[in-house]
């Protein structure tokens, strides 16, 4: 469902821009003497809008099967040539410096979002449901009407007065007719316009308007909110009487003179410029800009289209990645962390062992003020204590990751036992880098007594807490079960694996027997793995 919200909001996002690049790119050729034809305008719109529906479907089909690969590595280049990220190197000095980000996600409550999304729900049902309600009704309406001429599933009709002339498609079954030409009644008495107007109309069903009108209007109510899409929808309906117009002078079925008399009648005809029904198009508004078309020149430049649409991929592509990132907020899937562990995985080092829970304390980390405030600041710093850490934890033969435990424990601060600032740890709160209680600190030489606190002795600390670490894994053999043990002790970890029947800590936690620490230092490990997370 998430991947649904972020791709419906990244094509809310691309559609503007892509409007705006093709009437920008057409104006320019224009002014430069290299207008399109209308039917070349045409292409360039329903391309226009095809690569807005379908570039963010590409990025985010790329994000699932290449999700930390050169695409991930694409979108951070083009951000940071927006001044919006910093180079992705782990030192204290980047970490501290590091350009804010254009936009802070915020964690939403599940309230709005249930608020947000069952307003558009009721949004597109009701617009949808008045506007296929209303065509179902037309199509009623004109197997009522006389016919004048029927042509295997095209019926030609008279419409109703004060009707303009008009073309709808139905999507039926079996030999119904489901392409529908509307001529008003007053045509029968000119030969000359009926024959033009049958004509235009038709052209409509062979450039397959009608069906592309009603899949507008699905559009239309997907996006009911976004003027965008109005506006779209409302300049490729023109652009459609334009390419069509010129389509019937071009071919020599229509001189232009008697078109340019038919329009006109038609505009005399009904001065109040009715619009056509939902769903249909037709010689509804007829301008003097589509006389005025007839007897222009119609370039044919046969790589225009292709170019230009070309030129619109490119550019649009970045606006597609970015767009699917905005709107994809912090959050990453399942099938991006388990390649994030893959990719960043040290040889030797702590694997990663990826399951929902650390995918959900991953993005609570980085996707929320509070976690990305804690881990900035743990990061930062671990820049200062990093090098004396590392040196402790290889002389007992132990891996660097393990840095993540004192990471989510204290956001690697030494404070004591009574201070105020966070921890990612459940349970009984210690002291120090790596929140010793003072029961297992004194358990391992450090003294904790009313005149002197060496949980505070960063070196002497960090020491102890190899050598309890090591004593854990040379007991379980595991990262993971040493993990839950240094938070809950050995007595809970034990009682966890006789009751359990598993040795898995994502199996003994499912079941209740064991908290989500090791999740949670796993999610703070790929953190600090990955600080462009951060960015």
């Known amino acids: 469902m ?31 003497g290299w207008a399109l034809s209308a039917r070349q305008a045409l292409k360039v719109g329903r391309g226009a809008l095809l690569l807005a529906l379908v570039l963010p479907l590409l990025v985010m089909g790329a994000r ?73 009704g037309l199509l009623r309406r004109l197997e009522r009407l006389p016919r004048v001429r ?41 030969p000359e316009a009926l024959r033009l107007t049958v004509l235009h109309e038709l052209q409509h069903h062979r450039q397959r308007d009608t069906h592309l009108a009603l899949g507008r209007l699905w559009l239309t109510g997907l996006f009911f909110w976004h003027p965008a899409v109005h506006v779209l929808s409302r300049w490729l309906a023109s652009l459609q009487e334009l390419a069509c117009d010129e389509a019937l002078v071009a071919s020599g079925r229509a001189q232009a003179q008697a078109y ?163 921890s990612l740890a459940p349970g009984m709160r210690g002291a120090g880098v790596w929140m010793f209680i003072p029961e297992t600190a004194r358990r391992y030489g450090l003294e904790v007594s009313a005149t002197k606190d060496e949980r505070l002795d960063v070196a002497r600390e960090t020491q102890a807490a190899a050598t309890l670490l090591s004593d854990l894994h040379a007991r379980y053999q595991d990262w993971r079960l040493a993990l839950a043990a240094y938070n809950q002790g050995e007595r809970k970890v034990d009682q966890a694996l006789s009751e359990g029947g598993s040795r898995d800590t994502t199996v003994l936690h499912t079941a209740g027997h064991l908290n989500d620490y090791p999740a949670t230092v796993q999610a703070g490990l790929l953190v600090v793995r990955n600080p462009h997370l951060l960015d």
């Not at 649904?4 to 691309?14: E, P």
Request: proline share 7%; hydrophobic share 50%; net charge positive.
């Open 64 to 136: 699932a099967l290449s999700p930390a690969g050169p695409l991930f590595d694409f979108e951070r280049s083009v951000a940071r040539q927006a001044q919006r990220l910093p180079s992705a190197v782990w030192t204290a000095s980047a970490v501290g410096n590091a350009a804010p980000a254009a936009s802070k996600a915020t964690a939403v409550p599940v309230g709005v979002w249930m608020g947000l999304s069952g307003a558009w729900l009721v949004g597109v049902a009701l617009f949808l449901g008045r506007a296929l309600w209303r065509h179902q």
């Open 260 to 422: 340019a008399r038919c329009l006109l009648q038609a505009a005399l005809r009904l001065p109040g410029a009715q619009p056509v029904p939902a769903g249909a198009t037709g010689m509804s508004h007829p301008t003097q800009r589509r006389i005025h078309m007839l007897f222009q020149p119609r370039p044919r430049r046969t790589h225009a289209v292709p170019a230009l649409l070309a030129a619109l991929s490119l550019l649009l592509l970045p606006v597609a990645v970015l767009a699917q990132g905005a709107a994809k907020g912090r959050t990453v899937t399942r099938a991006e962390v388990e390649a994030l562990a893959r990719t960043s995985q040290p040889q030797g080092d702590v694997s990663i062992v990826v399951d929902d829970k650390v995918v959900e304390n991953l993005n609570k980390l980085i996707g929320t003020e509070k976690g990305r405030a804690f881990m900035k600041r743990a990061l930062e710093n671990l820049g200062t204590h990093r090098a004396a850490m590392t040196s402790t934890l290889k002389a007992k033969g132990l891996p660097e990751g393990l840095l993540a435990v004192a990471v989510v424990e204290s956001a690697v601060t030494n404070m004591p036992q009574t201070d105020g600032r966070p």
């Open 150 to 190: 029927s042509v295997r599933r095209v019926a030609v009709v008279l419409g109703e007065d004060g009707t303009p002339a008009f073309s709808a498609w139905f999507p039926r079954w079996g030999s119904r007719p489901s392409a529908w030409v509307v001529v008003p009644a007053a045509l029968l008495e000119d």
């Open 2 to 32: 998430s991947a649904l919200v972020s791709l419906y909001l990244a094509v809310a996002l691309v559609l503007p821009v892509a409007l705006l690049l093709a009437w920008g790119a057409m104006a320019v050729l224009a002014r430069l």
